[in-house]
């Protein structure tokens, strides 16, 4: 058995694999090494076992692991028996290595490895077989399980080098064996040391112990262990994969890896060193085929092998947020910035633990999106781990306990025997060099250049012409650019994409449509880009670039861009630039318009000669130019331009050594800008939409004060915004790491094109080449040069966004709409025939990719034996849409329908009121039995939780993946108010991640809090198609999901850029084939169901989906349709005519839709299915789940780009293992059976069943999750959301509580905690009390440890909270209505909060109160310091003035005191009127208006 | 686009008409214009729909929602330019299009739900009066220009007739460069424009004005030239490389009762061009006037042709208590023309016979009234519809003079039909017919038909194009342009391999 992932087959693409998983360390500073820290390395791995994830196999994991220093002694005495004898400490090294099973090809690679040992002049001290004891592997694990050996070598003495050297000369010779061995995927080097060693293996955390025997052997000591528990996405064994690596173990993802590895490809011949003979050895560096983990290994070991330190390494590659920060000095600032010239950061979520074996440390992103809790005790040891309370800690002997802060570090180092802080590190390092020298006197800024002398004019003659070739259409110009100009705002529409793919397409489209964004979903968060802003750059780069191992000052000689996108008098400026070190090439990039397709491709070859050339000439930018496109040129798609050069230049080895720049008339959309950016263009001159601008201004299509300046700066500032969206979703920071990122997926370009100039892009579905590129071209021209007097005066219609009829093709056109609704308003069965046809008929038109399938023969039966379409309807369910997105009297509508036929509507985010839990009397039930959770938590309150049979998980939204949302102000009336537990008039706003998923582990983490607040509901996870979102799926199936959603790109939305509508996603056809055949690859299909949506519509289409491997089937546009949408597109703007998407009571009005249309069209679609179900011999729709075989491709298409593509990938089947089933068979195991819960239910029956007061004390531990939820559960299904009364039931535990302590606990309980508590402690708060505080005998001062985790108290509804000590990032998160009082919080403390009230007794970190627009928070600022960490952009900061205000405050305080014993709390009181004056209370702006509104009516109502 | 909340803040609102008691005192139009202002805040109204059904129910495409905005903001030019990118004669539409768009508009179709309120279009957006108002402010700024071609290519291309269709075809067909003759039997150019539409719904300086246009481009007239008669049809097809049949439908529905053939009996095509004709000042001998000064009236037929006659009627001072019966069951819908004499209108009503005054001349008009029934039939296609006399429904009303207003059947075969063999289309029947065969088969039944062509409007005969109604029956003015323009485009792509001319398929080709 190999260590690799299977082919790459169907759809499946081991590229897309991920992972994440629990890290930890426990070190001993003064380096004291001990058994008991291997033990306690140990132990930690196992307490964060739920971190990790099962297979199919349930003794299979995903691997464990554990780093630790060479037990010397221990390997004597080992070796000794070997029959071999070991030098001093550190004169030897050790290599532990996997290899091959086979006899024969482990002897061969045993030979390589001595050869080269010996090669490199070191003595070869023998072989040792690792021990292992097979009794605890599991069965997956163990059929591809590697032998492991270990070989000692040692370095001559008679040669004069220290350690230092001997560990490069390990290093250089693993890399050397690497390179000899490539060719045999099982031999891994885990390890090859003289310091450290690493003991790894498929393993679950408990097994390892008993796996290596070695591990439980008392003379294996180390004063330090290193641990790593696996949570990836799939289950193929991959013992190489299993972490820690040799310097460093990962938790997270790293987003921008595909640049990552360009840039580092591309630096290639820049590397040099004196440290190294030959550096040629080391290559490859990055290893192929690595997770993003090991990639990023690679890199960090090279960087400190040749020389840089183990922090300044760690800064290099993982920066913190520099650019945005006041704070920063500009000694550390500058060292960043000077280190963004040598590279570009290593994006995207991240705990990092790294060591050389004398140094150990830790370092959190940017962002801060993983946990990193530790504990530093009185005898020297530092418990470092995602989690706190993972190993057993005296609380007498704690001496502080802290967290890593966003982009922070953390370094014990045990030569020195001492922690050695951020601050202090940093430094150090930062100091080293005169960076910020070095910097001003050689990077290059445009505002320092002259002014040019010649800037291009607008050719107002030419102009119509040019827009034309380029493709510009009115609706460019109105819908898109006219919103950029004006308001400096992306465009927004609604309702989803029904118009085709590009490559399905009559007409000829730009190449950018054929690219779908591809966007962080569970296994990665996007980013918020607008609250979070000061984490976003788009600063970048642009010119040669140096050797990144001799950094010096010449290596800041590069141009600086505050932004990608240049005006022309920028681009006239750089231009004009003429010096020895700066100069530019402009190449064009246009071809004749007679030579016809032929000419495209002898021009891109032509171009990259020519850019190689620039590069010999030494130019530091080169300007790849369409200027000069008119009757004769044609432009050369930008985009193929540099995507062509990027690559041929990575190729040639000669990228580093050039800037791109494109000058085009082609670029306006964002993401067009996205897309040119991210296949390593440097910066973007878009001129036609400067020109067009002037253009519009001059005919007065603009506001009259809008001058072109204004418009200029407007629309830059919409790109820029547009861009950080766009970044943001994909979980990226940076410009920097996203350029040459290639964070798209290709649909519908053929192999050839995509690994000629887009080499790296995933592209699944072949189709058109170079050649149809350039007949589109041809076409666009020939349009532009049609001159016909009646037309030539404006530009096409357009027609791409709403419907018209010289325009792009609609699914959802007039014709169509209308004979639905006659349908199913005369429940005629003729209508609804002439509906599917012509949904189903396109012979001509082809939209989506199931208009390319035929059915293949079957063996027909009779219609009678197929199952009742009363039975089918039952897999029907509508979408979520939210009551606020559509009116109530559409949502329950839908609702009732729904609930009549026994199919489920989606309550969509925005709670419910729970009026409409009841039936009515007349039978009807208006309840929607799915609840959904999205990432503003509205309305989720435990009673929300209980009353439904399904709880949906939005991970994403079809039409917007990876974006929050915002409902105004204005649109929030009282009855939306009410349900989403918030105030009328304000704002609300739903941060594009769940705070409380940044992994696959957070998501298994709030699918046992679901489960837990409601044990009967199925939980449903929906994701969005996206290259790889059948891995993201395995992941989730093993986060023990029932249902997965997989959701087509075309779904609607009530309000959404138009960027994303158009540009992000793919269709469900590929997402849910892809999930379908990687759930089948990994076993794990018969856990899960498989749903899917996205603009289904008739019988046909759910027949296809089924055949791909869909059980469910979601329906939300149609149904809309049937009672009465006409596809107004008008959602956002809440003018819906007919009384759907809109809360103007006028308008609501207008509603006719009646439950009997939803039920008419679904009976409608089943009888449809049923009659292709008998066509083709299924009796039952589980029969035909995944039957691939059933489907075939057309031949009989001529369309001149539908008939190339080639949809065949979809079709694979991948075989059923021993077992398996294509369709959900099995219960997942949700473990709630071993829940504390159950002894508080049992305990509290009193309570429970008459209301008495009970009182229950009980240890707890960080492995008891989601404590006190399920209790909550019964409460709700009981009480309702009343509850019971104060304190009905008083729990007090002990100890280290685990996530979700407390979650969505129900009005009535009180839980106490002596101890500390972990992430999302209070999550969902529905009207219970917490109470932390630390233990009775601990020392150390409260109000400046850390006492609980991350994003605690997100999404509260009510209750209240008092945390003796402080909590770390985004406390009160979307907090909707609990009161908490708490001593200091960590970064992005009470953000996108609406309601209740926060008392910060201590200090905040960063952009407190970002998005904050409800609810007020009192801040004790005692250092003055609070303006500065205060995100001002939605709230005003004031004195508390009022004495009613003041008594109230103080009694909190007093409360807090009361129940927590804080010490805090009794000096504040005692000297409360100083300590009164220093409280800052930050009132949102929007709420105090409405609250003096409110005020001021309730007087004049009085 | 648009107001986003313009259609909730702004009534539906159009300018009065010329109030009745003036009005019917002479044959100018009775429409109005609004301020400016007062048009852009309907402009406002309309919501840019997603799916705009208005753009779907006009026949010509007109791109609606995108000229609605453009004047809502005051660009009227632009707006202009949009408007003719899909029709040449905006000025003809704006006037006496019955407008479909506007039935199909979301504030009528969807946003009404009151059937009533539906029916008078009380929410609708003021398409019609919206596009009135640009086509003038084109030519009142003098935006609408003559374009004649730059390059001329060496086609020549011959038109019969001069109506909407012909001119519309003459006028794309011109732009690309060709020749471009149009044949007109008449006097003046404009067929039906001229010589059907009467003054009080399109004043005839406004046909002239953009005849004008035409001849300025380039476009010759041979007026008063009745090719197959005055011209042979030989000579034209050897002189031009493509001919378009753009004659109309002048075959009137015949009543084939007992006394139609009386005096005081007169097809509506008899009538309305001599009005028309009185109106532009020719002189009209005595004998051929037909005299209405206080005669009692019937029109028969609820259709546009009906009410022009109407309105005539009750200029020239019939008798103002006017009948008006329709055979269908649809009571005639309410015109202009309507408000000014409130005629006896009735649906369902058929004619039995006209009795003589013992002159020759007619007394009274003998009727029934019918009940429709559908037929229930097991097709999806629905039921086939019969009628029913309503035993001793039957009536007498007294009439000295009876209009037959009651459609056409297809175009006059006779002449240059019958010489060029093209075959037609009948109504109903499964294969085409020559002319010889549809002029015998006439002789005794009444079927609708049309002239026969291809999906490049080309008819049986190779060269030889057809549009308008003489290719898809009477109907109304936005078709025939429509058909003109499509045509123009295939004999521009026959001609010349390629054509630049725009299309705009009809909604159902496009799903």
């Known amino acids: ?1502 | 686009m648009g107001k986003d909340t313009g259609f909730l803040e702004f009534k539906k609102d159009s300018p009065p008409l010329r109030p009745v008691e003036e009005r019917v005192r002479d044959y100018q139009e009775y429409n109005t214009f609004f301020s400016t202002e007062n048009l852009q805040r309907q402009a406002s109204r309309c919501m840019d729909c997603g799916v705009p059904f208005c753009h779907m129910g006009c026949p010509l495409g007109n791109m609606i929602p995108d000229w609605n905005d453009l004047v809502y903001r005051g660009h009227w030019k632009e707006a202009l330019a949009s408007l003719q990118s899909t029709n040449n004669f905006p000025e003809f539409t704006g006037r006496i299009c019955p407008a479909p768009c506007e039935d199909d508009c979301v504030l009528n179709e969807h946003y009404t739900l009151d059937s009533a309120e539906k029916l008078q279009k009380v929410n609708v957006v003021t398409i019609e009066e919206i596009e009135k108002h640009i086509a003038e402010r084109g030519w009142s700024e003098g935006w609408i220009k003559p374009l004649p071609p730059e390059k001329l290519t060496d086609k020549r291309i011959a038109i019969v007739g001069s109506g909407p269709s012909g001119l519309a075809a003459a006028q794309q067909l011109r732009r690309v460069g060709h020749a471009v003759t149009i044949f007109e039997k008449d006097d003046r150019i404009g067929g039906l424009l001229v010589y059907g539409i009467p003054d009080f719904k399109l004043e005839k300086n406004i046909v002239a004005r953009r005849v004008e246009q035409l001849r300025a481009e380039g476009v010759e007239f041979r007026t008063g030239v009745n090719v197959g008669v005055d011209y042979s049809v030989e000579e034209m097809r050897g002189s031009f490389d493509a001919i378009l049949l753009a004659t109309g439908a002048q075959h009137a529905r015949k009543l084939l009762v007992e006394g139609s053939e009386l005096e005081g009996v007169h097809y509506a095509m008899d009538y309305l061009p001599e009005r028309n004709r009185v109106v532009a000042g020719d002189s009209i001998p005595e004998e051929q006037r037909i005299e209405c000064l206080s005669k009692k009236s019937v029109i028969l037929g609820g259709g546009f042709t009906a009410a022009d006659c109407l309105g005539n009627l009750n200029r020239q001072g019939a008798d103002p208590h006017i009948h008006q019966f329709e055979l269908v069951d649809m009571v005639p819908r309410p015109t202009p023309v309507h408000q000014e004499v409130n005629p006896d209108c009735r649906a369902n009503v058929l004619t039995e016979s006209i009795a003589d005054d013992g002159h020759g001349h007619v007394k009274s008009l003998q009727a029934v009234n019918v009940e429709w029934k559908v037929e229930k039939r097991e097709s999806s296609t629905g039921g086939r519809m019969t009628m029913q006399r309503v035993p001793g429904s039957e009536f007498t009303v007294n009439a000295d003079l009876i209009f037959l207003a009651m459609g056409f059947l297809g175009p006059k075969v006779e002449g240059l039909l019958e010489e060029l063999g093209v075959e037609l289309n009948v109504r109903g029947a499964d294969k085409t017919s020559s002319p010889e065969q549809l002029i015998k088969m006439l002789k005794n039944v009444q079927p609708m038909f049309d002239v026969d062509a291809d999906e490049n409007f080309m008819t049986s005969v190779e060269g030889v194009f057809v549009a308008g109604d003489a290719h898809r029956g009477a109907s109304i003015v936005v078709w025939a342009i429509w058909e003109g323009r499509e045509a123009a485009r295939c004999i521009d792509k026959y001609l010349m391999g390629t054509t630049n001319l725009p299309t705009t398929p009809q909604a159902e080709v496009l799903v």
């Open chain 1, 1 to 1502: 058995m190999k260590f690799k992932y299977p082919e790459k087959q169907g759809l499946y693409d081991p590229q897309f694999e991920h992972d994440s998983c629990g890290v930890g360390f426990v070190v001993q500073i003064k380096n004291r090494k001990s058994h008991q820290i291997v033990q306690q390395g140990l132990r930690l791995l196992c307490n964060l076992d739920h971190r990790g994830a099962l297979g199919a196999d349930p003794d299979t994991g995903d691997g464990s692991g554990i780093l630790i220093q060479i037990p010397h002694h221990f390997f004597v005495e080992e070796c000794q028996q070997a029959g071999f004898y070991l030098p001093e400490a550190g004169e030897y090294g050790i290599a532990s290595i996997f290899l091959p099973q086979d006899p024969v090809a482990r002897r061969h690679c045993g030979e390589v490895i001595e050869s080269h040992i010996v090669e490199k002049g070191m003595d070869l001290l023998g072989w040792r077989d690792v021990p292992i004891n097979l009794d605890y592997v599991g069965k997956q694990a163990r059929s591809s399980m590697p032998a492991m050996r270990q070989l000692f070598m040692g370095h001559r003495r008679l040669e004069n080098y220290d350690q230092e050297k001997f560990e490069r000369k390990l290093y250089i010779t693993r890399k050397a064996i690497r390179t000899a061995l490539q060719d045999v995927e099982d031999m891994i080097i885990t390890s090859m040391s003289s310091r450290t060693i690493v003991y790894k293996g498929m393993l679950i955390p408990h097994q390892m112990e008993h796996f290596f025997p070695d591990l439980s052997d008392p003379r294996f000591s180390s004063a330090m262990a290193l641990v790593h528990t696996r949570f990836p996405t799939n289950t193929f064994p991959r013992w190489d994969l299993v972490q820690p690596f040799r310097n460093l173990a990962h938790n997270g993802e790293i987003n921008s890896l595909r640049g990552n590895i360009n840039w580092m490809l591309g630096r290639r011949p820049t590397l040099a060193s004196p440290l190294y003979d030959n550096i040629r050895e080391l290559q490859p560096i990055i290893i192929p085929r690595g997770s993003d983990s090991a990639c990023m290994d690679n890199v960090f070991e090279f960087l400190i092998q040749s020389g840089y330190s183990l922090p300044h390494a760690m800064m290099m590659m993982v920066p913190e947020a520099w650019e945005k920060n006041p704070d920063m000095n500009h000694e550390k600032q500058a060292f960043y910035e000077f280190h963004d010239h040598l590279m570009e950061p290593w994006d995207g979520p991240a705990s990092l633990t790294f060591t050389d074996g004398i140094r150990i440390g830790a370092t959190l992103d940017r962002n801060g999106l993983r946990p990193s809790r530790y504990v530093v005790t009185k005898d020297d040891f530092v418990i470092m781990g995602s989690e706190v309370g993972a190993v057993d800690v005296d609380p007498e002997n704690i001496k502080f306990k802290g967290r890593l802060q966003p982009g922070k570090m953390f370094l014990v180092d045990t030569e020195e025997g001492r922690i050695i802080d951020d601050a202090e590190l940093k430094k150090e390092i930062c100091s080293a060099k005169p960076y910020a020298k070095w910097l001003k006197e050689n990077v290059l800024e445009l505002s320092h250049l002259p002014k040019p002398a010649k800037v291009p004019e607008t050719d107002f003659d030419t102009l119509l012409l040019r827009q034309k070739i380029f493709g510009y259409t009115t609706e460019d110009l109105n819908l898109l650019l006219t919103p950029m100009v004006v308001d400096g705002v992306e465009a927004s529409g609604s309702m989803g994409n029904d118009t085709p793919l590009a490559v399905l397409s009559d007409k000829p489209r730009l190449l950018y449509d054929y690219f779908k964004q591809i966007f962080a979903q569970v296994s990665n968060p996007p980013v918020d880009a607008i609250r979070e802003e000061l984490v976003m750059s788009l600063t970048s780069r642009l010119g040669p670039q140096r050797n990144i191992l001799e950094p010096g000052p010449e290596h800041a000689r590069m141009l600086k861009l505050e932004h990608p996108v240049l005006s022309n008098e920028q681009l006239a400026q750089l231009k004009e630039l003429d010096n020895q070190h700066f100069f530019s090439s402009t190449v064009s990039i246009l071809f004749d318009a007679e030579k016809g397709t032929e000419g495209l491709t002898a021009a891109v070859s032509k171009l990259c000669m020519q850019a190689e050339n620039a590069v010999k000439s030494g130019s530091a930018f080169l300007v790849l130019s369409d200027r000069g496109a008119g009757k004769e040129q044609i432009p050369i798609p930008a985009l193929l331009a540099v995507a062509a050069v990027h690559h041929h230049l990575i190729l040639k080895r000669k990228r580093y050594k050039i800037g791109i720049i494109v000058e085009t008339g082609e670029a306006r959309e964002i993401a067009h800008f996205c897309l040119l950016v991210s296949y390593g263009a440097g910066a973007i001159n878009p001129y036609l939409a400067f020109e067009t601008f002037e253009q519009m201004i001059k005919q007065k299509a603009l506001p009259a004060e809008l001058t072109r300046e204004k418009a200029n700066e407007n629309y830059l500032k919409a790109i820029r915004k547009g861009m950080y969206k766009v970044f943001a979703k994909m979980g990226i920071s940076t410009i920097q790491s996203y350029r040459g990122a290639q964070i798209f997926e290709a649909i519908g370009l053929n192999e050839d094109l995509v690994h000629g100039h887009f080499s790296g892009t995933p592209s699944r579905i072949n189709g058109i080449g170079i050649e149809e590129i350039a007949q589109e071209s041809l076409l666009r021209h020939r349009n532009a040069l049609e001159e016909t007097a009646d037309t030539n005066s404006i530009l096409p219609g357009g027609g791409f966004y709403h419907w018209r009829r010289q325009g792009e093709f609609h699914q959802i056109n007039p014709v169509m709409s209308n004979t639905l609704q006659k349908a199913v308003r005369n429940n005629s069965q003729d209508s609804y025939e002439e509906f599917s046809k012509l949904v189903n008929d396109q012979h001509h038109r082809f939209s989506t990719p199931r208009s390319l399938f035929e059915f293949a023969e079957g063996y027909p039966i009779l219609l009678d034996e197929v199952e009742p379409a009363a039975e089918i309807v039952k897999r029907f369910v509508t979408g979520a849409m939210s009551f606020g997105s559509i009116s109530i009297e559409s949502h329950e509508t839908l609702a009732i329908a729904m609930n009549r036929i026994g199919a489920r509507s989606n309550s969509g985010e925005g709670g419910e009121d729970p009026r409409r839990f009841k039936k009515r009397d007349n039978g009807d039930w208006p309840v929607s039995n799915v609840k959904q959770v999205a990432s503003g938590r509205f309305g989720v309150t435990i009673n929300y939780l209980v009353n439904c049979n399904e709880l949906q998980i939005k991970v994403a939204q079809g039409a917007k993946p990876g974006e929050g949302g915002q409902l105004p102000g204005n649109k929030v009336s009282e009855a939306i108010a009410k349900v989403r537990n918030s105030t009328p008039g304000v704002t609300l706003i739903s941060p594009p991640p769940h705070h409380d998923i940044y992994s696959i582990e957070d998501l298994a983490q709030l699918i046992f809090d679901l489960k837990n607040a409601n044990p009967e509901a199925k939980i449903n996870v929906k994701l969005v198609a996206e290259a790889g979102v059948g891995t993201i799926s395995a992941g989730v199936a093993k986060a023990h999901a029932d249902i997965i959603t997989i959701a087509g790109h075309d779904g609607g939305t009530g309000a959404s850029p138009l960027t994303s509508i158009k540009h992000a996603g793919i269709p469900w056809e590929l997402g849910l084939s892809e999930a379908h055949q990687t759930l089948m690859l990994n076993h794990l299909r018969g856990r899960v169901k498989l749903q899917t949506d996205g603009q289904l519509k008739t019988g046909r289409d759910v027949a296809i989906a089924a055949l791909l491997g869909a059980e469910e089937y979601g329906f939300a546009t149609m149904p809309l349709i049937a009672i009465g949408c006409i596809m107004m597109r008008k959602c956002h703007l809440n003018t819906c005519p007919v009384g759907i998407a809109t809360q103007n009571p006028e308008l609501r009005k207008k509603f006719s839709g009646q439950p009997e249309h939803v039920i008419n069209y679904f009976f409608f679609v089943a009888e449809e299915l049923r009659k292709i179900m008998a066509e083709l011999g299924f009796r039952k729709i589980d029969d035909m789940v995944g039957r691939t075989d059933m489907l075939k491709q057309r031949t009989d298409i001529k369309h001149w780009k539908a008939s190339k593509v080639d949809l065949s990938a979809l079709l694979h089947q991948v075989p059923a293992g021993e077992d398996d089933t294509a369709y959900c068979t099995q219960e997942q195991n949700h473990g709630l059976d071993k829940q504390l819960d159950h002894q508080l239910i049992t305990q509290a029956k009193a309570a429970l069943d008459e209301e008495k007061p009970v009182k229950i004390s009980l240890p707890i531990l960080n492995v008891n999750r989601a404590v006190g939820t399920m209790l909550s559960s019964k409460i709700a299904k009981r009480y309702g959301a009343k509850g019971l009364a104060d304190n009905t039931i008083h729990c007090k535990f002990n100890g280290s509580a685990g996530q979700s302590f407390g979650a969505f606990l129900a009005p009535g309980v009180t839980l106490e905690l002596e101890g500390d508590a972990n992430d999302y402690a209070g999550k969902g708060l529905s009207g219970g009390r917490l109470v932390v505080y630390p233990p009775a005998n601990s020392t150390f001062p409260a109000d400046e440890n850390i006492l609980v985790g991350n994003t605690v108290l997100y999404g509260a509804t009510s209750g209240e909270v008092f945390f003796c000590g402080i909590a770390g990032e985004r406390f009160a998160v979307r907090n909707s209505g609990a009161n908490a009082v708490v001593e200091g919080v960590g970064d992005h403390g009470c953000e996108y909060m609406t309601g209740g009230k926060v008392i910060v007794l201590g200090e905040t970190g960063k952009n407190f109160a970002a998005g904050m627009s409800g609810g007020i928070s009192y801040v004790y600022d005692k250092k003055g310091n609070f303006t500065a960490n205060c995100n001002s952009g939605m709230v005003d900061l004031e004195t508390i003035d009022d004495a009613e205000e003041k008594l109230w405050l103080q009694k909190r305080i007093e409360l807090h005191q009361q129940y927590t014993g804080s010490e805090l709390a009794v000096n504040l009181l005692n000297n409360w009127d100083q300590v009164m004056a220093k409280f800052v209370k930050v009132m949102p702006i929007e709420y105090r208006a409405v609250l003096e509104k409110m005020k001021k009516e309730s007087v004049s109502c009085n």
